[in-house]
């Protein structure tokens, strides 16, 4: 009963949260914010979008505390199992590219703030030059189970802001694999 109680106090949390902080949980919220950055027009409003989805997308965590003094902090991860993804905690892949050399990240809970403020900062109007979104068919072929919840492309305009992205260590051996193959 007790771990009934205290998991839907925790799920009772989560949806609070998300209805304050506008967070987005499914793959239905993830398609209409996808809708509405398709909308937009204008590249500064685009990445304002990117920006405050990257900062929301790190607030999603479960923490538990049991009555023995263990702690259990469980961050929501895209799993590889569609159907897990399809409930909650639909989160984007997204590439950096600059001519031929792209890093793949997608933002997985542990990060920490400061990881995140200097992604945001990196990501400005003066440091990007293009941003494609990619919603159809074309995104798993390239990336797979990674892609389903869409793919954000940011083409960065200066070599050292590529290399300043490169220097957060955001990269995962998996997609470094996939960018790099030619």
């Given at each position: 009963?007790?771990h009934f109680l205290l998991t839907f106090l ?173």
């Amino acid at each position: 009963m007790k771990h009934f109680l205290l998991t839907f106090l925790i799920l009772k949390s989560i949806c609070s949260l998300a209805q304050s902080e506008k967070l987005i949980l499914t793959e239905n919220e993830n398609k209409l914010w996808f809708e509405s950055i398709n909308k937009t027009e204008l590249l500064t409003e685009k990445i304002d979008l990117i920006n405050n989805r990257l900062t929301n997308d790190v607030n999603v965590y479960i923490k538990w505390s049991f009555s023995d003094g263990i702690t259990v902090s469980r961050f929501p991860k895209l799993d590889s199992i569609r159907k897990i993804r399809t409930k909650g905690f639909c989160k984007p892949l997204y590439l950096l590219k600059y001519k031929d050399n792209v890093i793949a990240f997608r933002i997985e809970n542990p990060i920490d703030s400061e990881l995140t403020d200097s992604i945001t900062e990196l990501i400005s109007k003066n440091n990007i030059r293009n941003v494609e979104i990619w919603t159809d068919d074309n995104r798993q072929a390239l990336y797979g189970t990674s892609a389903d919840c869409g793919v954000i492309m940011l083409e960065i305009k200066k070599r050292k802001v590529f290399k300043a992205f490169k220097k957060l260590n955001l990269t995962n051996s998996k997609y470094d694999e996939i960018s790099n193959y030619k």
